[in-house]
Protein backbone atom coordinates (compact mmCIF):
# COMPACT_ATOMS: atom_id res chain seq x y z
CA UNK A 1 0.00 0.00 0.00
CA UNK A 2 1.31 3.37 -0.86
CA UNK A 3 -0.21 6.97 0.15
CA UNK A 4 -0.77 9.03 -2.88
CA UNK A 5 -2.09 12.62 -3.06
CA UNK A 6 -5.22 14.16 -5.92
CA UNK A 7 -6.48 17.73 -6.14
CA UNK A 8 -10.16 17.85 -6.84
CA UNK A 9 -12.33 20.54 -7.08
CA UNK A 10 -14.81 21.53 -4.30
CA UNK A 11 -18.01 24.00 -4.17
CA UNK A 12 -17.86 25.66 -0.97
CA UNK A 13 -20.70 28.18 0.52
CA UNK A 14 -20.23 30.58 3.43
CA UNK A 15 -23.15 31.42 5.57
CA UNK A 16 -22.26 34.70 8.14
CA UNK A 17 -23.87 37.44 9.45
CA UNK A 18 -22.59 40.81 8.95
CA UNK A 19 -22.80 43.97 11.95
CA UNK A 20 -22.34 46.81 10.23
CA UNK A 21 -20.04 49.49 11.53
CA UNK A 22 -21.58 52.11 14.21
CA UNK A 23 -20.40 55.34 14.32
CA UNK A 24 -19.54 57.00 17.52
CA UNK A 25 -21.84 59.23 19.36
CA UNK A 26 -20.03 61.35 21.29
CA UNK A 27 -23.29 62.76 23.07
CA UNK A 28 -27.15 62.50 22.49
CA UNK A 29 -28.71 65.97 22.51
CA UNK A 30 -30.91 66.65 25.10
CA UNK A 31 -34.83 66.88 25.19
CA UNK A 32 -36.56 69.83 23.58
CA UNK A 33 -33.33 71.24 22.22
CA UNK A 34 -31.66 71.58 26.36
CA UNK A 35 -28.21 70.62 26.47
CA UNK A 36 -26.50 67.41 25.88
CA UNK A 37 -26.86 64.40 28.98
CA UNK A 38 -23.60 63.18 28.25
CA UNK A 39 -25.12 60.26 27.12
CA UNK A 40 -23.21 58.43 23.86
CA UNK A 41 -21.25 55.37 22.90
CA UNK A 42 -17.84 54.74 21.36
CA UNK A 43 -19.42 53.32 18.33
CA UNK A 44 -17.88 49.75 16.85
CA UNK A 45 -16.27 48.59 13.46
CA UNK A 46 -18.05 46.16 10.59
CA UNK A 47 -17.95 42.66 11.69
CA UNK A 48 -18.14 39.38 9.77
CA UNK A 49 -19.11 36.43 12.00
CA UNK A 50 -19.10 32.73 9.95
CA UNK A 51 -21.97 30.75 10.58
CA UNK A 52 -21.27 27.74 8.41
CA UNK A 53 -18.94 26.72 5.53
CA UNK A 54 -21.23 24.11 3.13
CA UNK A 55 -18.91 21.70 1.30
CA UNK A 56 -21.05 20.61 -1.98
CA UNK A 57 -20.53 17.54 -4.49
CA UNK A 58 -22.54 16.10 -6.49
CA UNK A 59 -25.91 17.29 -4.38
CA UNK A 60 -24.46 16.65 -1.07
CA UNK A 61 -23.92 19.39 1.37
CA UNK A 62 -22.21 19.35 4.63
CA UNK A 63 -20.72 22.11 7.12
CA UNK A 64 -17.47 21.49 7.27
CA UNK A 65 -16.66 24.99 10.05
CA UNK A 66 -16.09 23.38 13.11
CA UNK A 67 -13.49 21.41 11.07
CA UNK A 68 -11.49 24.47 9.95
CA UNK A 69 -8.80 25.67 12.02
CA UNK A 70 -9.62 29.16 13.49
CA UNK A 71 -6.75 30.86 11.84
CA UNK A 72 -7.97 29.99 8.67
CA UNK A 73 -12.40 31.00 9.74
CA UNK A 74 -10.40 34.64 11.27
CA UNK A 75 -9.19 34.98 7.66
CA UNK A 76 -11.70 33.83 5.47
CA UNK A 77 -14.17 36.96 7.46
CA UNK A 78 -11.86 39.38 7.43
CA UNK A 79 -11.36 38.77 3.88
CA UNK A 80 -15.73 38.90 3.20
CA UNK A 81 -15.40 41.94 5.23
CA UNK A 82 -12.87 43.43 2.98
CA UNK A 83 -14.91 42.32 -0.25
CA UNK A 84 -18.34 43.68 1.62
CA UNK A 85 -16.50 47.47 2.51
CA UNK A 86 -15.51 47.62 -1.35
CA UNK A 87 -19.29 47.19 -2.37
CA UNK A 88 -20.55 50.38 -0.27
Not at 8 to 27: G, M, N
Not at 33 to 38: A, E, I, Q, V, Y
Amino acid sequence: MSLHESTVELDVSIEYTFTPEEKEVRYYAGRMGGLPNGDGHPGCPAKVEIDRVWLEKNGERIDIADFLPDSLIESLEEQILNESCQLD
